[in-house]
């Protein structure tokens, strides 16, 4: 049986410290062009709340937050989502959120470990086509440690920078770029996200239900 899924995200971003709000607001600027109609984008400051977003099927979550602390049933709400045929693309902060949380790690497909200060440096793909050529972005450079085998995108000398990877009947995107103001209104960046939403996007209309 076939449960069809709305055409909502479900974007959950607090918009206060890290990220802020002029990132964030750049980055609802640039989801709001993924969608035909501006009220599929469903935004939430408070992640808490996902679990419960979750009941309606929305086509995709978007994960732009720092949160060390949230209910014990939201990453497993969250990862039983993708499992069952959801799309999830986590940006920068979400995958330094719940550290030591193993399960929430898996799901992302990296755990983070560390960054430098803000400072300009390259980035480019890895022969994928995600990106034209190389650009240069300033912004915070993550390091990661990989926790699942994933198709590796973007990288800045040999740092992942951009990863994909399926779980279950879901998909994962993970972009570690977003600190900065600047970052969502960058050509490049704009491509390589035109470039995740449409493969999160391709498994998004239904689900199996079990």
Not at 45 to 50: K, V
Not at 170 to 197: D, I
Request: aromatic share 6%; charged share 15%; with cysteine.
């Amino acid at each position: 049986m076939l449960q069809q899924r709305s055409h909502k995200t479900v974007l959950a971003a607090p918009g206060l410290i890290h990220p802020g709000p002029r990132p964030t607001a750049e980055l609802i600027t640039l989801l709001k062009r993924f969608h035909e109609n501006e009220i599929d984008l469903v935004h939430t400051r408070r992640p808490g709340t996902l679990p419960r977003l979750l009941d309606h099927a929305p086509a995709r979550v978007v994960l732009y937050m720092h949160r060390q602390s949230l209910p014990g049933t939201w990453v497993t709400a969250l990862e039983r989502y993708v499992e069952e045929g959801g799309s999830l693309l986590a940006l920068h902060s979400a995958s330094a959120s719940l550290k030591g949380n193993t399960q929430y790690g898996r799901l992302l497909g990296g755990i983070f470990s560390g960054h430098g200060p803000v400072s300009e440096f390259s980035v480019h793909d890895t022969g994928t086509g995600v990106t034209d050529q190389p650009f240069t972005i300033l912004d915070e450079r993550y390091q990661h440690q990989l926790t699942q085998p994933v198709s590796v995108l973007l990288v800045s000398d040999t740092e992942p920078v951009c990863w994909t990877h399926t779980v279950g009947k879901g998909r994962v995107a993970y972009l570690s770029l977003g600190h900065c103001t600047g970052v969502f209104s960058h050509p490049a960046v704009r491509s390589v996200m035109e470039h995740l939403w449409a493969w999160l996007s391709a498994i998004a209309e239904c689900r199996e239900l079990s």
